[in-house]
């Protein structure tokens, strides 16, 4: 958005995606299918997932919380091109600053002081290498944009000029 000015939303980027997923996820599966000589196999017990159900027993009160959070989440993502008319700063990076500081303030018990998310847990259970590796490549995306190197490649790139968009993203 900053080097274009456009704002690619999620409906904008699930009419490029689902049907490229369509495509690719049966074309991987026979791929690996035939490279693992997988020609027949047995399912075993069926039922499994419904033994494996009964024993995880009913959804507590955070699991249905955090449910609900998450369903509210996705909603918030898929509709944000729409929220953004009415509330323009409204962009994805500030929706999931928004989300990760409300799961620290939704209660799942107020009188024990239980919340979605807790500061111990923020901390020994998140994936932060994941983080850094996003911030990483930001980070190195804007360097290559400040030295010139990103428009250097997009100019070496100019023969992929006209090709459809399932194209470009295979290549």
Known sequence: KELTGLDVTFMEWLKVGLPLVVIILPLCVLALCKIFSVNDTQLGEVDIIQRELKALGPMSRG????????????????????????????????????????LFLIPV??????????????????????????????????????????????????????LPEVALIVI
């Not at 699991?63 to 962009?91: A, D, H, M, N, W």
Request: with cysteine.
């Open 109 to 162: 018990d107020f009188k024990n002081g239980v919340f979605l998310m807790d500061s111990k847990t923020a901390i020994n259970k998140v994936s932060w290498s994941t983080y850094l590796l996003l911030g990483g490549a930001l980070t190195l995306g804007h360097v290559f944009q400040r030295a010139g190197l990103a428009e250097w490649l997009a100019g070496g790139m100019g023969f992929l000029q006209g």
């Open 63 to 102: 699991e249905k919380i955090s449910f609900y959070t998450v369903t509210v989440c996705i909603l918030l993502f898929i509709v944000r091109g729409q929220i953004s008319t009415v509330i323009p700063l409204l962009r994805d990076e500030n929706l999931a600053i928004i989300i990760g500081v409300a």
